[in-house]
Nanobody, 124 residues
């Protein structure tokens, strides 16, 4: 049993900053890739940033230079630092993780886990 919980969303003016957090909990053996996605009303969910299992990072072109994804493995937490926010960044932000667990028989396997989302609104 594992879960992800996002926090840190809210209302911010254009040009402002927010830091989103996503904490994983449960019977975690290891965490591989971690990513942040967002979904605006009436639009499809899109990838914002990813920290791969190998530790490299990639960003959507729309957020490069403004957003930073980072992780604290000791706390099983991933962050998204957002700066120079624009109205078009308004969306519900979701974290996603590939998490290694052991099933009831002790076998190792990976789960694709999503958080519940946190709303970010950028407006004057």
């Amino acid at each position: 049993q594992v879960q992800l919980v996002e926090s840190g969303g809210g209302l911010v003016q254009p040009g402002g900053s927010l830091r989103l957090s996503c904490a994983a909990s449960g019977s975690i053996v290891a965490i591989g890739a971690l990513g942040w996605y967002r979904q605006a009303p009436g639009k499809q969910r899109e990838l914002v940033a990813v920290n791969t299992g190998g530790g490299s990072t990639n960003y959507a072109d729309s957020v490069k230079g403004r957003f930073i994804i980072s992780r604290d493995n000791a706390k099983n937490t991933v962050y998204l630092q957002m700066s120079s926010l624009k109205p078009e960044d308004t969306a519900t932000y979701y974290c996603n993780a590939n998490i290694g667990v052991r099933d009831g028989s002790g076998f190792y396997r990976h789960l694709d886990v999503w958080g519940q989302g946190t709303l970010v609104t950028v407006s004057s």
